[in-house]
């Protein structure tokens, strides 16, 4: 089993910065691909980023290329979205997710993933 916790979300103005924490216990990360979703109001949960088992590979959807990172420190048993020039329409709740390796590479769809966080608000107004 994997418990995810994430954090730092928060309400920013248009144009700023976040960075989500997505910390993990119960096994190491290392042997799994992580990606972080988001939930709207009334919208579907949707892959935001991902990054494979061993690192040196990420997946973006193309709404947040060039403004988004995500990484991942093995070590720390942690992963990393880094959220630059925000808009309104990023708001949502973003989740972290875990799939152990042998799964398909990159992993896009909610049903993908084993392991979910509880999420953390993300809130950018205009």
């Known amino acids: 089993q994997v418990q995810l916790v994430e954090s730092g979300g928060g309400l920013v103005q248009a144009g700023g910065s976040l960075r989500l924490s997505c910390a993990a216990s119960?096994?190491?990360?290392?042997?799994?691909?992580m990606g972080w979703f988001r939930q709207a109001p009334g919208k579907e949960r949707d892959i935001v980023a991902a990054?494979?088992?061993?690192?040196?590979?990420?997946y973006y959807a193309d709404s947040v290329k060039g403004r988004f990172t995500i990484s991942r420190d093995n070590a720390k048993n942690t992963v990393y979205l880094q959220m630059n020039s925000l808009k309104p329409d990023d708001t949502a709740v973003y989740y972290c997710?875990?799939?152990?390796?042998?799964?398909?590479?990159?992993?896009?769809?909610?049903?993908?993933?084993?392991?979910w966080g509880q999420g953390t608000q993300v809130t950018v107004s205009s």
């Open positions: 119960g096994r190491t990360i290392s042997q799994y691909h």
């Open positions: 990054t494979r088992y061993k690192g040196g590979m990420t």
């Open positions: 997710a875990a799939v152990r390796v042998g799964s398909s590479w990159p992993g896009t769809g909610v049903y993908e993933y084993d392991y």
